[in-house]
């Protein structure tokens, strides 16, 4: 069975450092996984998308994530937060069907 | 931004009345998908459309239905609205395998 776990629920920074969101993922096969995010009232964003080509996905807004299979983990980094950064953000797996798995979110604050 | 819409965007209803929720899109997308979103679940597949008038339930099913009539319309439909139903919907589609796109969201209250 596939499943998805994001590892943190709430990650503060502050405004130009790094930034983590870090998510595993259960997968008895090769999976598609998605980071989105969603700022306050509004709908879910996709960020980016890994589906087995390259291993390190290049998103928007200066996001990306590397795939590790040998850790089953996909986690999302930016080098520098901006202040517009702060939003709830989601990974995704999906098997590569109808069927997407959401992570329960991670809400992400960046300090002035 | 894909070409989604919801209707209504916010309602406020009686507990026992049915209530019908609207999503429509314009990218021909075969595949598409309701969820609600609650704190702390993230969100969960309520009902998916694999094409017109081919539906299935998700992992939150019980006291919905849902209908696909064209293409471009699914409607969700709370039979007899309870207070467990407070959420926020979210219509979203997809190609076979693809990404999906959502659309804004329909915040329900019921009372």
């Known amino acids: 069975a596939q499943s998805v776990t994001q590892l943190d629920s709430h990650v503060s920074v502050s405004e130009g450092t790094p930034v983590l969101l870090r998510c595993n993922y259960s997968?008895?096969?090769?999976?598609?996984l998605f980071w989105y995010v969603q700022h306050p009232n509004k709908g879910l964003q996709l960020l980016l998308k890994y589906t087995s080509a390259a291993t390190l996905v290049k998103g928007i807004n200066g996001f990306e994530a590397e795939f590790k299979k040998s850790e089953t983990s996909f986690h999302l980094t930016k080098p520098s937060a901006h202040m517009s950064d702060a939003a709830e953000y989601f990974c995704v797996v999906s098997k590569g069907t109808y069927k997407y798995i959401f992570g329960t979110g991670t809400r992400l604050k960046v300090l002035a | 931004d894909a070409g989604i819409t919801q209707s209504p965007r916010h309602k406020v209803t009686e507990t026992g009345t049915p209530v019908t929720l609207r999503c429509h899109q314009t990218?021909?997308?075969?595949?598409m998908y309701w969820y609600r979103q609650d704190p702390g679940h993230g969100l969960r597949l309520i009902h998916y459309s694999y094409g017109v008038k081919d539906t299935d339930k998700g992992e939150v099913s019980d006291g919905y239905s849902v209908s696909r009539s064209k293409t471009e319309d699914f409607l969700l439909t709370l039979e007899s609205a309870t207070s467990s139903q407070t959420s926020v919907y979210f219509c979203a589609i997809s190609r076979l395998a693809g990404e999906q796109y959502f659309g804004p969201g329909t915040r329900l209250t019921v009372t």
């Open positions: 997968s008895s096969y090769s999976p598609s």
């Open positions: 990218e021909n997308h075969r595949y």
